[in-house]
Protein backbone atom coordinates (compact mmCIF):
# COMPACT_ATOMS: atom_id res chain seq x y z
CA UNK A 1 0.00 0.00 0.00
CA UNK A 2 0.98 3.51 -0.67
CA UNK A 3 2.14 6.13 1.96
CA UNK A 4 -0.95 7.08 4.22
CA UNK A 5 -1.77 10.98 2.96
CA UNK A 6 -5.11 12.88 3.47
CA UNK A 7 -7.11 11.83 0.59
CA UNK A 8 -7.77 8.57 2.39
CA UNK A 9 -10.59 7.47 4.26
CA UNK A 10 -10.99 6.49 7.94
CA UNK A 11 -11.35 2.70 7.02
CA UNK A 12 -9.04 2.33 4.29
CA UNK A 13 -6.47 3.04 6.85
CA UNK A 14 -8.19 0.93 9.85
CA UNK A 15 -8.76 -1.92 7.79
CA UNK A 16 -5.35 -2.31 6.45
CA UNK A 17 -3.28 -1.11 9.94
CA UNK A 18 -5.89 -1.68 12.29
CA UNK A 19 -2.68 -1.55 15.45
CA UNK A 20 -3.18 2.82 14.08
CA UNK A 21 -6.09 2.56 15.98
CA UNK A 22 -4.04 3.46 19.51
CA UNK A 23 -2.95 6.89 17.99
CA UNK A 24 -6.33 7.83 16.43
CA UNK A 25 -7.44 7.00 19.98
CA UNK A 26 -4.72 9.24 21.75
CA UNK A 27 -5.69 12.54 19.45
CA UNK A 28 -9.67 12.27 19.84
CA UNK A 29 -10.54 9.80 17.39
CA UNK A 30 -11.65 6.92 19.32
CA UNK A 31 -15.16 6.73 18.23
CA UNK A 32 -13.47 4.92 15.29
CA UNK A 33 -13.02 1.79 17.86
CA UNK A 34 -16.21 0.87 17.65
CA UNK A 35 -17.35 -1.47 14.80
CA UNK A 36 -20.05 0.08 13.06
CA UNK A 37 -18.69 3.84 13.18
CA UNK A 38 -16.39 2.43 11.54
CA UNK A 39 -17.73 0.63 8.83
CA UNK A 40 -20.70 3.21 8.61
CA UNK A 41 -19.01 6.43 9.03
CA UNK A 42 -15.15 5.41 7.88
CA UNK A 43 -15.54 4.92 4.10
CA UNK A 44 -17.22 8.29 3.68
CA UNK A 45 -14.99 10.84 5.38
CA UNK A 46 -11.28 11.20 4.49
CA UNK A 47 -8.30 11.50 7.09
CA UNK A 48 -8.51 15.19 6.45
CA UNK A 49 -11.81 15.74 7.56
CA UNK A 50 -11.70 13.63 10.19
CA UNK A 51 -8.26 15.88 11.32
CA UNK A 52 -10.31 19.01 11.12
CA UNK A 53 -13.11 18.00 13.54
CA UNK A 54 -10.85 17.61 16.45
CA UNK A 55 -8.06 20.13 15.62
CA UNK A 56 -5.20 17.89 15.00
CA UNK A 57 -2.10 19.00 12.97
CA UNK A 58 -2.92 17.12 9.78
CA UNK A 59 1.15 17.11 8.45
CA UNK A 60 2.20 15.90 12.01
CA UNK A 61 -0.02 13.33 12.37
CA UNK A 62 0.26 11.58 8.83
CA UNK A 63 3.68 11.74 9.75
CA UNK A 64 3.24 9.85 12.89
CA UNK A 65 1.06 7.15 11.58
CA UNK A 66 3.42 6.65 8.10
CA UNK A 67 6.44 6.24 11.06
CA UNK A 68 4.14 3.69 12.80
CA UNK A 69 3.37 1.57 9.75
CA UNK A 70 7.16 2.05 8.86
CA UNK A 71 8.35 0.43 12.24
CA UNK A 72 5.28 -2.45 12.46
CA UNK A 73 7.26 -3.51 8.91
CA UNK A 74 10.26 -3.15 10.79
CA UNK A 75 9.62 -6.10 13.17
CA UNK A 76 9.41 -9.44 12.33
CA UNK A 77 5.83 -10.70 12.18
CA UNK A 78 6.15 -14.06 13.94
CA UNK A 79 7.69 -15.58 16.54
CA UNK A 80 11.14 -18.48 16.53
CA UNK A 81 9.39 -20.65 18.56
CA UNK A 82 6.60 -21.18 15.99
CA UNK A 83 8.57 -20.34 12.70
CA UNK A 84 12.29 -20.57 13.00
CA UNK A 85 12.38 -20.71 9.47
CA UNK A 86 10.97 -17.06 8.53
CA UNK A 87 14.26 -16.08 9.90
CA UNK A 88 15.41 -15.37 6.54
CA UNK A 89 13.36 -12.78 6.04
CA UNK A 90 15.07 -10.47 8.06
CA UNK A 91 17.76 -8.30 8.32
CA UNK A 92 18.77 -9.06 11.48
CA UNK A 93 18.14 -10.87 14.34
CA UNK A 94 18.78 -10.54 17.97
CA UNK A 95 18.55 -13.19 20.73
CA UNK A 96 19.79 -11.28 23.84
CA UNK A 97 19.86 -11.60 27.72
CA UNK A 98 17.06 -10.55 29.49
CA UNK A 99 18.64 -7.58 30.99
CA UNK A 100 20.17 -6.10 27.60
CA UNK A 101 16.75 -6.42 25.53
CA UNK A 102 15.23 -3.54 26.66
CA UNK A 103 17.87 -1.14 26.31
CA UNK A 104 18.60 -3.04 23.14
CA UNK A 105 15.13 -2.26 21.64
CA UNK A 106 15.26 1.33 23.17
CA UNK A 107 18.22 2.05 21.06
CA UNK A 108 17.50 0.05 17.91
CA UNK A 109 13.82 1.95 17.80
CA UNK A 110 15.93 5.51 17.76
CA UNK A 111 18.58 3.75 14.99
CA UNK A 112 15.67 2.33 12.97
CA UNK A 113 13.55 5.57 12.26
CA UNK A 114 17.05 7.49 11.66
CA UNK A 115 18.12 5.01 9.20
CA UNK A 116 14.71 4.67 7.20
CA UNK A 117 15.16 8.57 7.00
CA UNK A 118 18.26 8.61 5.46
CA UNK A 119 18.43 5.31 3.26
CA UNK A 120 14.99 5.01 2.41
CA UNK A 121 15.28 1.36 3.56
CA UNK A 122 13.26 -0.76 6.81
CA UNK A 123 14.99 -2.49 8.93
CA UNK A 124 13.54 -6.18 9.16
CA UNK A 125 14.48 -7.15 12.66
CA UNK A 126 13.25 -9.44 15.43
CA UNK A 127 14.68 -9.22 18.83
CA UNK A 128 14.17 -12.28 21.33
CA UNK A 129 15.10 -13.10 24.74
CA UNK A 130 17.80 -15.42 24.56
CA UNK A 131 16.16 -17.80 27.81
CA UNK A 132 13.90 -20.22 26.03
CA UNK A 133 15.69 -20.72 22.60
CA UNK A 134 17.90 -23.33 23.62
CA UNK A 135 15.21 -26.50 23.13
CA UNK A 136 13.69 -24.66 19.99
CA UNK A 137 15.37 -21.97 17.82
CA UNK A 138 18.70 -23.73 18.62
CA UNK A 139 17.56 -27.15 18.19
CA UNK A 140 16.97 -26.29 14.67
CA UNK A 141 19.95 -24.39 13.59
CA UNK A 142 21.61 -27.59 14.42
CA UNK A 143 19.86 -28.79 10.88
CA UNK A 144 20.21 -25.31 8.88
CA UNK A 145 22.53 -25.88 6.16
CA UNK A 146 22.28 -23.07 3.82
CA UNK A 147 23.88 -19.79 4.65
CA UNK A 148 20.75 -18.19 2.94
CA UNK A 149 18.57 -19.37 5.53
CA UNK A 150 20.20 -17.16 7.64
CA UNK A 151 19.85 -13.28 8.37
CA UNK A 152 22.42 -11.29 7.43
CA UNK A 153 23.27 -10.15 11.09
CA UNK A 154 22.35 -12.67 13.76
CA UNK A 155 23.66 -11.11 17.61
CA UNK A 156 23.09 -14.38 20.20
CA UNK A 157 23.72 -15.20 23.62
CA UNK A 158 25.35 -17.78 25.71
CA UNK A 159 27.41 -21.14 24.54
CA UNK A 160 24.68 -22.03 21.66
CA UNK A 161 24.44 -23.96 19.07
CA UNK A 162 25.93 -21.86 16.67
CA UNK A 163 29.16 -23.23 18.55
CA UNK A 164 27.93 -26.92 17.69
CA UNK A 165 30.00 -29.20 15.25
CA UNK A 166 27.06 -29.09 12.34
CA UNK A 167 27.44 -24.96 12.27
CA UNK A 168 31.08 -25.07 12.52
CA UNK A 169 31.01 -27.76 9.27
CA UNK A 170 28.68 -26.10 7.43
CA UNK A 171 29.11 -22.65 8.13
CA UNK A 172 32.08 -21.18 9.97
CA UNK A 173 34.55 -23.59 8.04
CA UNK A 174 33.57 -21.87 4.86
CA UNK A 175 34.19 -18.24 6.01
CA UNK A 176 30.77 -17.59 5.28
CA UNK A 177 31.10 -14.20 7.94
CA UNK A 178 33.32 -11.63 8.65
CA UNK A 179 34.53 -10.16 12.13
CA UNK A 180 33.98 -6.30 12.56
CA UNK A 181 34.98 -5.99 16.38
CA UNK A 182 37.36 -3.38 17.10
CA UNK A 183 41.17 -4.57 17.51
CA UNK A 184 42.11 -4.44 19.76
CA UNK A 185 39.36 -4.46 21.83
CA UNK A 186 38.66 -2.93 24.78
CA UNK A 187 41.14 -3.40 27.47
CA UNK A 188 38.53 -5.24 29.91
CA UNK A 189 38.23 -8.13 26.88
CA UNK A 190 41.59 -8.05 25.17
CA UNK A 191 42.82 -9.64 28.76
CA UNK A 192 40.99 -12.61 27.87
CA UNK A 193 41.58 -12.86 24.66
CA UNK A 194 38.22 -12.50 23.68
CA UNK A 195 38.31 -11.96 19.99
CA UNK A 196 37.76 -14.87 17.88
CA UNK A 197 41.07 -16.22 16.49
CA UNK A 198 39.37 -17.18 12.98
CA UNK A 199 37.32 -13.90 12.70
CA UNK A 200 34.10 -14.86 12.10
CA UNK A 201 32.19 -13.82 15.63
CA UNK A 202 32.24 -10.12 16.19
CA UNK A 203 32.13 -9.88 20.02
CA UNK A 204 30.23 -7.58 21.25
CA UNK A 205 29.62 -8.04 24.90
CA UNK A 206 29.43 -10.94 27.93
CA UNK A 207 26.80 -11.13 30.63
CA UNK A 208 28.94 -11.35 33.77
CA UNK A 209 27.85 -14.17 36.04
CA UNK A 210 28.60 -13.57 39.68
CA UNK A 211 28.18 -14.57 43.19
CA UNK A 212 25.31 -13.46 45.60
CA UNK A 213 24.84 -14.70 48.98
CA UNK A 214 22.18 -13.13 51.62
CA UNK A 215 25.12 -13.05 54.36
CA UNK A 216 22.21 -13.42 57.60
CA UNK A 217 21.49 -16.97 55.89
CA UNK A 218 25.17 -17.86 55.24
CA UNK A 219 25.07 -19.32 59.06
CA UNK A 220 28.75 -19.90 60.22
CA UNK A 221 29.66 -20.99 56.93
CA UNK A 222 32.46 -18.23 55.49
CA UNK A 223 31.50 -16.71 52.18
CA UNK A 224 32.88 -18.67 49.07
CA UNK A 225 36.36 -16.91 48.20
CA UNK A 226 36.41 -19.45 44.30
CA UNK A 227 34.07 -21.01 42.40
CA UNK A 228 35.11 -23.79 43.94
CA UNK A 229 33.78 -23.15 47.51
CA UNK A 230 30.37 -23.53 46.48
CA UNK A 231 31.22 -27.31 45.61
CA UNK A 232 31.52 -28.27 48.78
CA UNK A 233 29.46 -30.65 50.54
CA UNK A 234 27.94 -27.86 53.34
CA UNK A 235 26.56 -26.29 50.31
CA UNK A 236 24.38 -29.09 49.28
CA UNK A 237 20.62 -27.68 48.00
CA UNK A 238 22.48 -23.99 49.00
CA UNK A 239 22.63 -22.84 45.43
CA UNK A 240 20.19 -21.22 43.30
CA UNK A 241 21.46 -20.98 39.03
CA UNK A 242 19.73 -20.17 35.95
CA UNK A 243 17.47 -23.42 34.91
CA UNK A 244 14.35 -24.55 34.38
CA UNK A 245 12.59 -27.50 33.26
CA UNK A 246 15.29 -30.00 33.21
CA UNK A 247 17.54 -27.12 31.40
CA UNK A 248 20.00 -25.29 33.21
CA UNK A 249 22.74 -22.37 31.93
CA UNK A 250 25.40 -23.89 29.83
CA UNK A 251 27.20 -20.44 30.77
CA UNK A 252 27.91 -21.92 34.38
CA UNK A 253 28.00 -25.36 33.22
CA UNK A 254 30.66 -24.91 30.74
CA UNK A 255 33.09 -23.06 32.68
CA UNK A 256 32.50 -25.51 35.87
CA UNK A 257 33.37 -28.52 34.31
CA UNK A 258 36.61 -26.59 32.64
CA UNK A 259 37.50 -26.07 35.74
CA UNK A 260 37.01 -28.78 38.05
CA UNK A 261 35.95 -32.04 35.52
CA UNK A 262 32.92 -34.20 35.71
CA UNK A 263 33.10 -34.60 39.12
CA UNK A 264 32.76 -30.31 39.91
CA UNK A 265 29.67 -30.77 37.64
CA UNK A 266 28.13 -33.78 39.94
CA UNK A 267 29.64 -31.59 43.21
CA UNK A 268 27.58 -28.45 41.70
CA UNK A 269 24.61 -30.38 41.16
CA UNK A 270 24.22 -31.59 44.51
CA UNK A 271 24.88 -27.67 45.35
CA UNK A 272 21.96 -26.75 43.61
CA UNK A 273 18.73 -26.51 45.04
CA UNK A 274 16.44 -25.19 42.43
CA UNK A 275 16.56 -23.41 38.97
CA UNK A 276 15.34 -20.30 38.58
CA UNK A 277 14.87 -17.16 35.94
CA UNK A 278 17.62 -14.31 37.44
CA UNK A 279 14.67 -12.20 37.79
CA UNK A 280 12.58 -14.66 39.95
CA UNK A 281 16.19 -14.93 42.04
CA UNK A 282 16.20 -11.43 43.00
CA UNK A 283 12.93 -11.10 43.89
CA UNK A 284 13.86 -14.40 46.33
CA UNK A 285 16.32 -12.62 47.75
CA UNK A 286 14.49 -8.94 48.20
CA UNK A 287 11.44 -11.10 49.81
CA UNK A 288 13.50 -11.19 52.97
CA UNK A 289 12.28 -14.75 53.65
CA UNK A 290 13.83 -17.40 55.73
CA UNK A 291 13.55 -20.61 53.46
CA UNK A 292 14.83 -19.96 50.69
CA UNK A 293 18.77 -20.61 49.56
CA UNK A 294 21.43 -18.47 50.47
CA UNK A 295 23.69 -18.39 47.64
CA UNK A 296 23.01 -17.19 44.08
CA UNK A 297 24.26 -17.70 41.01
CA UNK A 298 23.31 -14.51 38.73
CA UNK A 299 23.90 -12.19 36.27
CA UNK A 300 25.86 -8.98 37.31
CA UNK A 301 23.14 -6.99 35.93
CA UNK A 302 20.57 -8.67 38.20
CA UNK A 303 22.50 -8.45 40.86
CA UNK A 304 22.38 -4.80 40.73
CA UNK A 305 18.86 -5.24 40.60
CA UNK A 306 18.50 -5.87 44.24
CA UNK A 307 16.61 -3.35 46.30
CA UNK A 308 18.41 -4.30 49.97
CA UNK A 309 22.32 -4.53 49.11
CA UNK A 310 22.96 -4.24 52.74
CA UNK A 311 21.75 -8.03 53.11
CA UNK A 312 23.81 -9.20 50.97
CA UNK A 313 27.60 -9.35 49.17
CA UNK A 314 28.04 -9.52 45.75
CA UNK A 315 31.52 -11.77 44.64
CA UNK A 316 33.41 -12.20 42.05
CA UNK A 317 35.08 -15.33 43.12
CA UNK A 318 38.83 -15.15 42.75
CA UNK A 319 38.93 -16.96 38.75
CA UNK A 320 36.69 -14.21 37.86
CA UNK A 321 33.39 -13.47 36.92
CA UNK A 322 31.88 -15.78 34.36
CA UNK A 323 31.94 -14.59 31.12
CA UNK A 324 29.11 -15.43 28.86
CA UNK A 325 29.25 -13.86 25.84
CA UNK A 326 26.84 -11.80 23.31
CA UNK A 327 28.07 -12.38 19.91
CA UNK A 328 27.48 -11.33 16.56
CA UNK A 329 27.48 -12.97 12.95
CA UNK A 330 27.22 -10.68 9.91
CA UNK A 331 27.17 -13.17 6.73
CA UNK A 332 30.55 -11.86 4.48
CA UNK A 333 28.51 -11.24 1.27
CA UNK A 334 26.46 -8.48 3.60
CA UNK A 335 29.01 -6.56 4.57
CA UNK A 336 28.64 -3.41 2.70
CA UNK A 337 24.59 -4.06 2.72
CA UNK A 338 24.88 -3.94 6.58
CA UNK A 339 27.50 -1.09 7.13
CA UNK A 340 25.32 1.37 8.73
CA UNK A 341 23.60 -0.98 10.86
CA UNK A 342 26.74 -2.79 11.73
CA UNK A 343 28.93 0.32 12.31
CA UNK A 344 25.76 1.43 15.34
CA UNK A 345 25.91 -2.07 16.46
CA UNK A 346 29.64 -2.04 16.76
CA UNK A 347 30.13 1.80 17.71
CA UNK A 348 30.85 4.01 20.76
CA UNK A 349 27.20 5.11 21.25
CA UNK A 350 25.80 1.59 21.48
CA UNK A 351 28.65 0.22 23.50
CA UNK A 352 28.18 2.93 26.22
CA UNK A 353 24.19 1.77 26.53
CA UNK A 354 25.42 -1.94 26.95
CA UNK A 355 27.75 -1.06 29.38
CA UNK A 356 24.85 1.54 31.50
CA UNK A 357 23.09 -1.58 31.50
CA UNK A 358 25.86 -3.53 33.10
CA UNK A 359 26.51 -5.59 30.09
CA UNK A 360 30.54 -4.82 29.17
CA UNK A 361 31.27 -3.64 25.66
CA UNK A 362 34.24 -4.50 23.64
CA UNK A 363 34.45 -1.19 22.05
CA UNK A 364 37.66 0.60 23.19
CA UNK A 365 36.11 4.31 23.60
CA UNK A 366 33.90 3.27 26.40
CA UNK A 367 34.37 3.46 29.78
CA UNK A 368 32.88 -0.30 31.30
CA UNK A 369 31.26 -0.03 34.53
CA UNK A 370 33.49 -2.72 36.13
CA UNK A 371 34.92 -1.09 39.21
CA UNK A 372 33.32 -3.90 41.13
CA UNK A 373 34.08 -6.81 38.75
CA UNK A 374 37.57 -7.11 38.63
CA UNK A 375 38.80 -10.14 36.75
CA UNK A 376 36.76 -11.69 33.93
CA UNK A 377 36.69 -16.32 33.81
CA UNK A 378 36.39 -16.35 29.46
CA UNK A 379 36.13 -20.37 28.56
CA UNK A 380 38.73 -19.55 25.65
CA UNK A 381 38.71 -20.16 21.83
CA UNK A 382 40.79 -23.30 22.77
CA UNK A 383 38.28 -25.37 24.38
CA UNK A 384 35.86 -23.89 22.43
CA UNK A 385 37.10 -24.73 18.88
CA UNK A 386 38.56 -28.70 20.18
CA UNK A 387 35.58 -30.03 21.99
CA UNK A 388 32.34 -31.50 20.27
CA UNK A 389 30.85 -28.44 22.25
CA UNK A 390 27.20 -29.67 21.33
CA UNK A 391 28.19 -33.35 22.41
CA UNK A 392 29.80 -32.02 25.22
CA UNK A 393 26.80 -30.25 26.59
CA UNK A 394 24.42 -32.84 26.61
CA UNK A 395 26.96 -35.79 28.44
CA UNK A 396 27.19 -32.37 31.33
CA UNK A 397 23.12 -31.99 31.25
CA UNK A 398 23.39 -35.65 31.59
CA UNK A 399 25.69 -35.92 34.72
CA UNK A 400 24.09 -32.67 36.11
CA UNK A 401 20.23 -33.86 36.07
CA UNK A 402 20.51 -37.19 36.99
CA UNK A 403 22.90 -36.00 40.28
CA UNK A 404 20.53 -32.86 40.58
CA UNK A 405 17.93 -35.43 40.82
CA UNK A 406 19.22 -37.99 43.03
CA UNK A 407 20.51 -34.94 45.92
CA UNK A 408 16.62 -33.63 46.40
CA UNK A 409 17.08 -30.28 43.78
CA UNK A 410 13.15 -29.16 43.28
CA UNK A 411 12.25 -28.99 39.77
Keep these: MEKINETMSVYQILSEYPFLLKIFKQHGLGKFETKNVLEQLGPLLKLKTALSMVSVNKDSFIELLNQAVADNEAKGDFTLADAPQRQKELTMLALLPCGM ?66 FQENFLSHECFTDLGPSPMNLDFEAIDFADPRG ?11 LVTIDELMGDNPKPESWEDILKEEFRNKVAMRGQNGFFCNGVLLPFYQMYGTEGIKKLASSIYLGLHPSQMVKMVDSKKNDVPPMYIMPHFFAMKIKDKSRVSITVPKEGAIVSPVQMLVKKEATERVKEITDFLCGKKFGEISARAFFPTTNPEVKNKMDDVGSLYWLGWDFLLNNDIGALKKEIAEVFNKQFMTTGGVV
Design 101 to 166: KMPFNRALNEFSAEYSKQTGNVLHSLVEGNVNHELSYYAYMDSVTSVEELPDIIISSDINSFYHKP
Design 200 to 210: QFTMVSGNLLV
